[in-house]
């Protein structure tokens, strides 16, 4: 290498030569590599920083939305739970002091009769009337009566020349039957079987019988026995107030063991029934209180027992405490109560934490994603669509055509577009629309409002090319219009369109969380995030669970914020002297 090649540094069969072999200078045209306009754009755009932060930041949230659901180990509407053993109010007891009634068949007594009986009660009266009815009453210990009463206990129908009696209240047997035939036979208004007087109304082939009968008992007791019968029930009754401690029903014989103010009733070794002063009453509808834990319960009261132990059904030991309130008892059990986890702090399990509704909310967050962004292109695509097709008529036909869409643009322009969104949301809530149903309702409808801007943009380029000289060339070899307007016009207006529907794809997200977050946009199972950030509905969750919403608001703010880094660069880099 000689000493002038080494100053150069420059080796002579490394230089760049032509074609023919010779070598070419610095300044040769040659040299020079000439790239494509396309090219070009790219290498303008890959240098403009911002841009190409904008485009990491939307891989960024692409990847989260759309992998990051894939991956997770939880549902989008997945609920997380937990039991924890809570004791709870189980039931009450309070001091009875209301009359209660066991009827001897049903409806023996009506609502008079036992109204009535109060106030006879009160004046220390014997028998009283209601409605047309007489009843006497007979005390058979304290605060206790059986109440009797004139009632139609039998029905007589004549069949072929004789009657036919029929009852649910007595026994029907065939001297009864004899005797009121007897009866009808001599003309006579009533009779008397078995010591019993009947009165006979009615005409025709039908007649009634009446008689003087015991309806049913009344006592301030409560009587917890519905295995026993009206008989055996009486008979308990008058046995706990004796105080004697057996007696006999219906051919069975009971024991009566009593503690206290109440009493137990057994057969054998069977409980049946438990009499006493108190109401006892589950809190909850459909709470079933056995006989063995009321009188636990009673005895409990009784000897001012705070706490006890009762064995259930299922051979399982069962703690109850017993408060008291006044006149008033509460009793309380511990239970396995299912707790929905809601508003957990952020922790291993649960990164960002979980929401009022007991949700992961990265989960949401990465399916919301999908959501806000899937809704933002197919709007910008759908508006695309329309802005294009109608522009390009407008701006290549012009005269009445161009008249004709410009002022259909006007007149959507001039359309208030969230007082519209607000309506069509109460619309679609009052017809229960879907879910899903929903968010394809609301593209539809954010392309249609959003469209006239794009037509506006593409008339107004295709007006400034179809004058210019490939037009009229284009003209002059034949070419059909829509050829002419969509394979010639609109390709050179893509570029205005590739930065319009950049910028654009920020502002429908932003759109739709709005919408999402005043109610009316994504609902529930679907996340969006818009209705993430409207799940935090009052200051105390705001402020104190921060992790329910700072996410969510974060996501929008980054994709929106990189939509933006990515327009302004496509503009730079198709027009770089709009940054001059």
Known sequence: MSIEEKKTGLDPEMEPQGPDGQEMALDDERRVKVLSPGAMVAKRFFRNKLAMAGVVILIIMFIFSYIGGMISPYGESQIFEDYEEVVTDFAGATVNTDYRYTEAYDGSLPSAARTSMILAV??????????????????????????????????????????VLSSEAIEVTDDLTAAFNEAMDAGAASFTYDGVEYTITGSGRTYYISAMQELGFATQEIIEASALSYEAKKEALVATLNGDSSFTADGTSYSVEIDGQSAVISTGSEEVGVISPYSIQGIENGTVISTELRAAIIEAIETDTTEFTLTDAEGNAVDYEVVRENTRYTIRTASQTRLIQTYLAPSSSHWLGTDGAGMDILTRLMYGGRISLMI???????????????????????????????RIVDIFYCIPTWPILIILGAVMDSYQVGAQTRIYFMMVVLAILNWPFIARIVRGQI??????????????????????????????????????????????????????????????????????????????????????????????????????????????????????
């Open 376 to 406: 933002g292109f197919v709007v910008v695509i759908l508006e695309t669509i329309i802005g294009v097709v109608l522009g390009g008529l407008a701006g290549y036909f012009g005269k009445w055509v161009d008249m004709l869409i410009m």
């Open 122 to 163: 009160n004046n220390g009266e014997t028998s009283y009337e209601a409605g047309e009815n007489t009843y006497v009453l007979q005390e058979i210990g304290e605060n206790s009566y059986t109440i009797s009463g004139t009632a139609t206990v039998a029905q007589a129908d004549r069949l072929a020349g004789s009657y």
């Open 463 to 580: 007006l400034s090319l179809r004058e210019q000289e490939f037009m009229v060339a284009a003209e002059a070899t034949g070419i059909s219009v829509s050829r002419r307007i969509f394979r010639h016009l609109v390709p050179n207006v893509i570029p205005q369109l590739i930065v319009q529907c950049t910028m654009s794809l920020g502002g429908i997200i932003l759109t739709e969380s709005t919408m999402s977050f005043l109610g009316i946009g994504v609902k529930f199972p679907y996340a969006s995030w818009g209705n993430i950030i409207s799940s935090v509905s009052n200051v105390f969750v705001m402020t104190n669970y921060w992790y329910c919403w700072i996410p969510a608001g974060f996501c929008i703010l980054v994709t929106v914020l990189g939509f933006n880094f990515v327009g302004d660069g496509l503009r730079d880099a198709f027009d770089p002297k709009m940054k001059r």
